[in-house]
């Protein structure tokens, strides 16, 4: 399957297939020079799929983790790149889940101006969401994402049998932003989830949920108005997982931020999708230790605080709130 992701500065496609590494050759135009960035947690037979059709590749593997999204690591990367004589016309192959996609973008980015970039997310969290968009970043002074741009690869390429060797945490993870974009977006994604059939067809999975993005960043690239909707779970979500530094996932926690933001029969719905996966969202907290968080979000102007709320599936709105309007929210008042 192609999809074509049309904007007006840099169309490019994203191309999903059962087994796309055994092909890989077919889908890039190979240059001079290559690097794969990838990290220890990527199987090596995976490297080796790609390493065997191109000459000249070098592999750089950074520590799995978000740790690794940081400035240490994007010099150290920056020097081999310099030391090898890498050219723009040279190309970054990011293998990996979002952290590897992030910094290997931010450095295809900011490389000599900028370099050739392809993307091959190997975590359902990079296949429907963080590959999409062109949002590269590292982190700084624990802030995330704080320093970045907007940077389009050149492709993205899915092979979904990497999927075998994601850890189910991490499996369920990304799957809870399919969830998201069902509620956004597409009535019939969420339905194979509330009818436990998204496992039998993961494919169609992803690629809903990848329409739905497309459909939304195609309309608003640099994040200035609609792609807010995406924030969808996240304003709370985010300050949970700030809160749960390093313990609770992305997803696990965009899933507990959506309590707050579904109708009660979405609501119910979701209840009974974690269920089945085998989410265990065990994370209490108080209104007042997130609070510091949500106020820090970069989303947060003049102490408004918007929320995308969905009470009517592929219905979202935005909502402004102040402090106390949210904390009756939290409180269910
Ligand atoms: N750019 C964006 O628009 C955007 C959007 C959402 C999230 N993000 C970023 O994405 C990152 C999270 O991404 P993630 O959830 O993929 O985390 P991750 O990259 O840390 O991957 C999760 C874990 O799974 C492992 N892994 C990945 N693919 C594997 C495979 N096929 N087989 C075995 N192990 C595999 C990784 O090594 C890691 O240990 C965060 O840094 C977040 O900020 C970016």
Redesign the pocket.
Known sequence: MIIPIEIDTNPYEIIVLPHLLDEIDQYINFSNRTMIIT?????TI?IEKIRSKIKNASIYTIT???ES?SLAVYEAIMDRLLKSNFTRKDMIIAL????????A?FVAATYKRGCRFINI??????MV?????????I?MNGV??AI?TFYQPEKVLIDLS??????KR?FN??LI?AIKAGLLGDKTLFELFVTDQYHLRLEEVIIKAIYVKKKIIEQDLYDQNIRQVLNLGHTLGHAIESYYKGEI???EAVALGLNYVLSSELLEKLDKILKNMGVVLDYPFHYKEILPYILNDKKIDNDEIVLVKVDQIEKPYLISLNQEELLNIIQGE
């Open positions: 990290d220890n947690h990527i199987p995976y799995a983790g978000e999204k990996g889940g979002g952290v590897v996609g992030d910094l973008g997310p190997t975590s359902t969290l990079a969401d963080s590959s999409l968009g062109g949002k590269v970043a982190n995330k994402n970045g990497t999927l075998s060797s994601l850890p991490h993870n990304g932003e996932l992305h997803g």
